[in-house]
């Protein structure tokens, strides 16, 4: 058994709050927050807008440090690394999806998916790779720069970037957000696939019923808590609870 196997939770908070700025202009926006992903699981994070979606993801993901509580990545217990230690497994252990896909646009598509191997100073494995442009549809294109691609496509190279380290974690916000109703499908069959064929463990914030219902478990936040936690809902169920929390009240 691999150490992997021997820890069931890819990511856990413990307790974990977030609060910006100090005295009366202090902001909550995490609040006790507990949890633990699976390995191999999907997880969509909803609640409404400023509830703490992606200061939980931030803090999921050690882009931003919690003020209280305890995330850890595997074993890592993130709070026991400084900035160095940080950069490393943000660049080695986990993957990263944004909204506004975030490519170089100097690079090519094949050179924009290998960078982070460069940051790490490690070298492609070539078949790692091509079974990664193959998965994410984009052989043939990888000579392509970024703007000669639709949005879709930019995405999914956004994908295999954040694949290519083989990350412990792939932490996803909005990753549709910029897309139309079918090219955001394609990305969603995309990510759902790589929990399913590779046991890739993926977080992903959204605003969107639908691309919560490709999850696993949707986790609710409300103020900065966990109120609710649905597994294999459909869209329609999990807007239902959206409903509920308030998301959508005009
Ligand atoms: N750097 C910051 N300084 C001060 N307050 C902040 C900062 N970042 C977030 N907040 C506040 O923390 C709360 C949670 O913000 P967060 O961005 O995590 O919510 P969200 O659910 O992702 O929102 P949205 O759906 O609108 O993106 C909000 O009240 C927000 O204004």
Redesign the pocket.
Known sequence: MSSHEQIPEAVSLIGVG?V??KGT?A????SDVTVGISRGSFTAVM????????????CAAGLDRPTSGTVRLGETDLSGLNETGLTELRRERVGFVFQAFNLMPSLTVLENITLPLRLAGRKADREWLAEIVRRVGLTGRTEHRPAELSGGQQQRVAIARALVTRPEVVFA??PTGALDTVTAKEVLVLLRDTVDTMGQTVVM?T?DPVAASYADEVLF?AD?RITDRLAGASAEQIADRMTHLGAWAA
């Open positions: 977030r910006h700025g202009a902001v909550t926006a995490l609640g409404p807008s400023g509830s703490g979606k992606s200061t939980f993801l931030q916000d909005e914030v605003h936040l900065g």
